[in-house]
C-alpha cells in the first residue's frame, strides 16, 4: 500500500508495538514497529495503546461504535421491574455458565442470550428467556435495553458498554495480551467488574446485583469532527502525490 501512493489510516486500540514492548530487540518487534510507521495518520481510540511504532500523526477519536437507531422499537415482553441480563458466553464452551445462567434465572433476572446456544434442558425456564438473533442488524442495541452484560472481553463489546452505560460481568481469556488492558479501562469507567473462575456462582449472582446499580462514567462516540479530518488528509496527500 506504501508503495502504491494509496492513503494508509492505521486506527489502533492493541497495538502489537506496543504489547511487544518488552521485547523490542526481538525480531518481530521491530517488524511491527516499521509496519505502524508506514502509515500516513494514526487514529487512537479511548483507552486504548500508543502505537509507539507510528511517529507522525495521531488523533485521538471517540467510541467507535455501531449506531444507535431510536427509530427501532425493541419489545422485551418482561415485567419491568425485574432486571434483565444479556448472556453473551458460548454455553457450549464454558459448562458451568448453564449452572449460572439457570441460577440467575431462579434469582428472578430476565435472559437475553442467542438463539443458537444450545438450551434443550430449559424448556421450563422459557417464560424468563427471549431468544435474539445474533445476525441480526439491530442485535447491538440490545446492550443498550440490558441492565447487565454478561460476556468475555472484547474491544466492540466493552465500547458499546461505555456508550449505552451497560455495566459488564466478563471473565479474562487466557493468552489473549490486550485483556489486561481492556479490564484497566472497566476500572477507569467502572464500567464492570470481573467474574472470577473460581468463585462461587452465589458469589457472581452478587456481583451481577451489585451492578445494577452501579454509576458508569460514560462516553459518547462523537466522531464527525475525527471523519472530516481523515478526508482532509486524504486530500492533501493526494495533492502531494499528483505534484511528486
Not at 471517540?62 to 453473551?88: A, Q
Not at 488492558?181 to 446485583?209: C, K, M, Q
Request: aromatic share 10%; proline share 4%; hydrophobic share 40%.
Amino acid at each position: 500500500v506504501n508503495k502504491m501512493n494509496i492513503f494508509l489510516v492505521n486506527i489502533s486500540n492493541f497495538t502489537w508495538s506496543d504489547i511487544i514492548e518488552g521485547f523490542q530487540e526481538h525480531v518481530l518487534a521491530e517488524n511491527y514497529r516499521s509496519w505502524e510507521g508506514l502509515a500516513d495518520l494514526n487514529i487512537k481510540l479511548p483507552f486504548s495503546m500508543d502505537c509507539s511504532g507510528f511517529t507522525g500523526e495521531t488523533l485521538e477519536m471517540g467510541l467507535l461504535v455501531r449506531e444507535f437507531d431510536k427509530s427501532k422499537t425493541i419489545l422485551i415482553d418482561r415485567d419491568d421491574n425485574i432486571d434483565t441480563v444479556m448472556f453473551l458466553f458460548p454455553l457450549k464452551d464454558y459448562p458451568r455458565h448453564k449452572m449460572f445462567l439457570k441460577a440467575l434465572i431462579a434469582n428472578d433476572f430476565f435472559i437475553l442470550i442467542s438463539k443458537n446456544q444450545q438450551l434443550d434442558d430449559f424448556d421450563d425456564l422459557k417464560a424468563s428467556i427471549e431468544l435474539i438473533d445474533p445476525k441480526s442488524p439491530i442485535f447491538h442495541q440490545y446492550i443498550k435495553h440490558a441492565d447487565v452484560l454478561i460476556s468475555k472481553l472484547g474491544y466492540g463489546v466493552i465500547s458499546e458498554c461505555l456508550a449505552y452505560k451497560t455495566p459488564i460481568a466478563f471473565q479474562k481469556r487466557t493468552h489473549s495480551p490486550e485483556d489486561d488492558f481492556l479490564v484497566d479501562s472497566i476500572n477507569e469507567y467502572h464500567l464492570g467488574e470481573e467474574l472470577h473462575p473460581a468463585s462461587s456462582i452465589d458469589r457472581w449472582i452478587s456481583t451481577i446485583r451489585k451492578l445494577t446499580t452501579e454509576n458508569i462514567i460514560s462516553q459518547k462516540p462523537m466522531n464527525d469532527e475525527i471523519a472530516e479530518i481523515i478526508i482532509e488528509r486524504y486530500h492533501e496527500f493526494n495533492n502531494k502525490v499528483r505534484t511528486s
